[in-house]
């Protein structure tokens, strides 16, 4: 049974009030609790679970924001992130509501893989959607997360056909998602997409490795190597020839 | 206190007033020799009949809104100068931080010979004394001191001058001589600390741009009419007056001297804009020649000086290179003042520094900036002679200054870490004036109006735990503060601590105020600053700045009593060595009000507490939350505390919440400060925030935009100061070393944060690795 408490209380890893990556300008980026996928290389372990976190009232969670908002000046604003925030749409939709009354820039960083009437109601107050596509491949995207892509192509096609401007989030982890031919077909897929605005690459890193051993996880990638920086430009100068505004992070 | 202000706040288009009051006041007909070099008269105004350096700025500068893109490298000449000076401060550095000692003349404005670093080509001349980076002694303070010093590298103090203090008192004589039992007691255990009792107070800034402007002779001579006005009856208030108004017009008659050993005619204004750079220097060098203040501020010269280099290019007779090489000189020259100190004095200023604060930019009060390319030209110097600490340019921040100038001075922070920011808007409105400078780190003081006498600080965490300890020092066992009641309860109780906290700060204020009326009756009577106040108005205003460490211990201590239950652990004597602590607290740093409620509510308490009591001059009373690197050596004379900070560990630096502890990010963290009041701080609330470049953004222009947003951010806020870090890799490592000074350091990148002080050594080692990877 949920209490009244339960539905104005968001389950929050934690707060970076100072993200510089997550979306454009300054932003407030608030990391979710709970992700449906098993990426083999998450930096965020600590957040699978979904009944973990810290009980955060929306209450809170807007105040701070309000606070921040002086930050905001050169395109800033709140970040929702994970974990996966899709996962508490429902209860994200009157925070995001008052967010956007207040005049605020509003990002959702997402693996795309749920698309219900919250979700597609909460994204009505979202202004830019960062969407995380681990693979163009549905097979090695199982592979990589423990899901299909077919969800996240589908969330695209949906904020394409919606005009939700979107950025497009790419991990490039060395002989797991930077294949030639992976890339050529993602540039392929999504180079006639309007709404995508710049596509990221993120390069690989194993900062978040503590975290698997302080789950009690063993992590999957111990063998690994960081990208070297050709690597990086040769995925650059791929994508670049789709799309044409793309960064590394 | 309402504060007054005089000033003309007539919205003033300049070209206006150019044309309507161009006419040049029968005062100067003598003095400026401007028609020969077909250079543009200044606009006359109050500023002709008497000292108004403001009413000057204000009528004749030239605001400027554009970028960094007109400005000039080092000339050649700057560039062999600095290759010497650098070359001297590597013999210093090898030299256990001192390249030569004068041990024998004590030092005055005309004690020594006129020294230069290569005389042809410098274009700004002047050292501290006949030799580059040689120290001299100011014994005034306490001939010990120097006299340590000076044994620390192996010289002896030439025993003319001990022989001179046997028949004279110093600075330190005089104060240990009225010094009462308590401010000893609380002086030796760590209540009271860094006191200039032994050294120099510093702080007072004199108007370094009066003797360019009016010459020595008009100064002289206003200070004369001053001397006359104070007639009879002789009252102490006259006595004491006529007394500092003698010395003031002795030392600019010194200054003349000073100059003439450098072949400059100090008597007249300064003609053209070398000049004036060169003017300017003099008065602060004959200051840095007399004294040793902790700090020694320049004020904020960079707009003034600007008009006589805006009108000599205009006239054709300087370029933008010669105008750049004028200033780098300055800086250059700032760069080489050293004092001599002993080897303990590290411990509360660590690093040898001097603080030649400067102030640049900010508004006025007619709403429009005071931005000039000269402002530039003073940052630019962190290019054309690399990053320093000092001088120590201070940014007077306002969201309505100029983009260009914002972007740049943005730009600078990340490329140098070399410039401070301090909020112009709050100290303009809350203190009243729109020409003033920056006194040591944080502290405002109206230019050539005001003076201020440095308190250091007290130690209001171990003033903390008096309360817990029934008045008696938690290390010592020493009662130093009678009344206060042995705690009821085992388990701290909220309202039976603070009402003991309450006691014990306002026995501590009193005792802290006694300390500050002695030390700076006797610092007038013993080392009075008559160069600096010769160019200062005769009796100006005074503030006398008092100070604590330990805010963010003091909130989160309390925090911890408040939220979770704190359980002391008592010695044999019933002394707390150590708390239990059960439950979570919120900690300061998060932008979390039930936390940040106390740290603005104790700090506005105990500067009411400071008010409570008389003060000699009727100085002004005001009060910072700074301790310089001195939050290390607080931290060692300090027990352990009921956040659970272990004995002996040092504070966070100045307002920093507890590093490690301010767990939202920098953003948050710096609301928690913001919400400190400036009202009742009102000498400085200071913050550090240290980031690595790629936390700034992913490359140049982000990382400039994002700052320029976070300091909008942060001063529209209602924030008072920020320190800025941009790190490097090196920085980091020291950061392994010092996680103390680091409070906020964020290492990001996509979808990732963390603290890098919270991290395991290993986990920092890894960091260090990966997060400079693609800078390799």
């Not at chain 2, 010990?144 to 330190?172: M, W």
């Not at chain 2, 006589?308 to 054709?316: F, L, M, S, T």
């Amino acid at each position: 049974m949920q209490t009244l408490q339960d539905t104005k209380t968001l389950n929050v890893h934690s707060i970076e009030s100072f993200g510089t990556y997550d979306g454009p300008g300054i932003r407030m980026v608030v990391f979710l609790q709970g992700c449906e996928f098993r990426c083999l290389y998450c930096g965020n372990a600590d957040t699978f679970d979904c009944d973990a976190g810290d009980k955060t009232h929306i209450d809170d969670l807007f105040k701070e924001a309000t606070h921040m908002k002086s930050y905001f000046s050169n395109g800033g604003g709140i970040t929702f992130s994970g974990g996966e925030p899709c996962l508490q749409a429902k209860k994200l939709i009157p925070l995001m509501k008052r967010l956007k009354e207040e005049g605020m820039h509003i990002c959702l960083d997402t693996n795309g893989h749920i698309l219900n009437h919250y979700v597609e109601e909460m994204l009505q107050y979202v202004d830019l959607v960062l969407l995380d596509v681990k693979h163009i491949d549905s097979d090695q995207h199982e592979k990589i997360t423990g899901r299909t892509n077919e969800n996240t192509l589908k969330f695209a096609e949906y904020l394409e056909a919606n005009q939700k401007q979107f950025w497009l989030r790419y991990v490039l982890v060395p002989d797991l998602s930077d294949q030639l031919e992976a890339l050529h077909r993602l540039g392929q897929h999504f180079q006639d997409y309007t709404q995508l605005q710049k596509v990221e690459i993120q390069p690989y890193h194993k900062l978040g490795v503590h975290k698997w051993e302080l789950m009690g996880m063993e992590y999957q990638l111990p063998n690994t190597p960081q990208n070297t920086p050709e690597q990086i430009a040769f995925a650059k100068d791929i994508y670049e020839q789709y799309f044409r505004d793309v960064v590394v992070n | 206190m309402p504060i007054m202000i005089h000033y003309d706040t007539r919205p003033t288009d300049r070209r206006d007033a150019r044309r309507i009051c161009n006419q040049k006041s029968k005062l100067f007909d003598n003095m400026i020799t401007d028609i020969e070099n077909d250079v543009e008269p200044f606009v006359a105004g109050v500023w002709n009949d008497t000292i108004d350096v403001r009413d000057f700025v204000m009528k004749n500068m030239t605001p400027y809104d554009g970028d960094a893109s007109f400005l000039q490298p080092a000339t050649e000449d700057t560039e062999l100068l600095f290759d010497i000076c650098k070359q001297a401060v590597k013999e210093e550095l090898a030299n256990n931080g001192v390249r030569s000692i004068d041990p024998s003349t004590i030092s005055r404005i005309n004690s020594h010979a006129a020294g230069y670093i290569s005389e042809p080509h410098e274009k700004i001349v002047g050292l501290q004394t006949d030799e580059l980076l040689k120290r001299a002694i100011k014994p005034y303070g306490g001939p010990r001191v120097v006299e340590k010093a000076c044994n620390e590298h192996g010289i002896e103090l030439d025993p003319k001058v001990k022989e001179i203090f046997q028949y004279t008192k110093s600075h330190n004589d005089g104060v240990f001589s009225a010094y009462t039992s308590e401010i000893r007691k609380y002086r030796s255990l760590g209540f009271l600390t860094g006191l200039p009792d032994n050294y120099a107070r510093g702080r007072i800034i004199g108007d370094y741009r009066r003797l360019a402007l009016y010459g020595a002779d008009k100064l002289i001579e206003f200070k004369k009419a001053d001397l006359e006005n104070m007639d009879s009856p002789m009252d102490d208030y006259k006595i004491r007056l006529r007394e500092e108004i003698s010395d003031q017009i002795i030392a600019l008659k010194e200054m003349i001297n000073l100059g003439e050993r450098y072949g400059l005619d100090l008597k007249r204004p300064a003609a053209n804009a070398r000049e004036a750079v060169q003017w300017v220097y003099m008065a602060y060098l004959a200051a840095v020649k007399e004294q040793d203040g902790a700090a020694m501020s320049l004020g904020n010269t960079s707009t003034f000086l600007d008009i006589y280099i805006e009108r000599d290019i205009k006239a054709g007779i300087i370029t933008e290179s010669e105008a750049q090489e004028y200033i780098d000189q300055l800086v250059m020259k700032l760069r080489m003042v050293r004092h001599l100190r002993m080897a303990a004095y590290e411990e509360i200023f660590a690093g040898d520094p001097t603080w030649v604060t400067e102030a640049i930019g900010g508004m006025d009060h007619c709403g429009g900036h005071k931005v000039t390319k000269t402002s530039f030209r003073y940052l630019q110097t962190l290019y054309n002679l690399g990053p320093s600490p000092e001088p120590n340019l201070t940014v007077l921040w306002s969201p309505s200054l100029p983009e260009g100038f914002k972007k740049f001075c943005a730009k600078v922070s990340v490329d140098t870490s070399s410039i401070q920011y301090e909020n112009d808007d709050l100290m303009r409105k809350v203190r009243g004036s729109d020409d003033y400078g920056i006194a040591c780190c944080v502290s405002y003081q109206e230019i050539g109006k005001q003076i201020q006498f440095f308190g250091a600080r007290c130690n209001l965490a171990k003033t903390l735990l008096l309360a817990i300890n029934a008045g008696k020092c938690e290390n010592t066992g020493t009662e130093v503060v009678a009344g206060i009641p042995a705690l009821k309860n085992e388990v701290l109780d909220f309202e039976e601590v603070m009402g003991n906290f309450k006691i014990a700060m306002k026995e501590i204020a009193r005792v802290y105020v006694d300390s500050m009326n002695i030390i700076h009756f006797m610092h007038d009577k013993y080392y009075y600053e008559r160069a600096q106040l010769a160019l200062v108005d005769t009796d100006p205003k005074i503030n006398v700045a008092y100070g604590i460490a330990g805010l963010s211990i003091v909130a989160d201590s309390l925090s911890a009593i408040k939220h979770a239950k704190v359980t002391p652990i008592r010695n044999e004597d019933g002394l707390a060595v150590d708390f239990k602590i059960e439950g979570e607290f919120p900690c300061y740093g998060n932008d979390d009000d039930r936390v940040d409620e106390l740290a603005t509510g104790i700090t506005s308490h105990f500067n009411d507490q400071l008010a409570e009591y008389p003060t000699y001059k009727n100085a002004e009373p005001t009060m910072s939350v700074l301790t310089i690197t001195s939050n290390v050596s607080y931290g060692k004379k300090t027990g352990a505390t009921p956040d659970g900070r272990a004995k002996g560990v040092a504070f966070a630096p100045g307002a920093n919440p507890m590093h490690g502890r301010d767990t939202h990010g920098a953003i948050a963290s710096l609301n928690s400060v913001a919400k400190l009041k400036y009202e009742s701080a009102q000498d400085g609330i200071s913050n550090t925030m240290s980031l690595i470049p790629k936390t700034l953004g992913n490359d140049d222009q982000t990382r400039v935009n994002n700052l320029t947003a976070v300091m909008d951010g942060y001063f529209t806020r209602g924030a008072h100061h920020l320190n800025v870090n941009v790190l490097s890799r090196e920085t980091l490592y020291k950061a392994m070393e010092h996680p103390e000074e680091y409070p906020q350091l964020t290492i990001r990148v996509s979808g990732y944060a963390v603290n890098f002080v919270r991290l395991t050594r290993d986990q920092q080692l890894e960091v260090i690795s990966r997060s400079f990877f693609d800078k390799m």
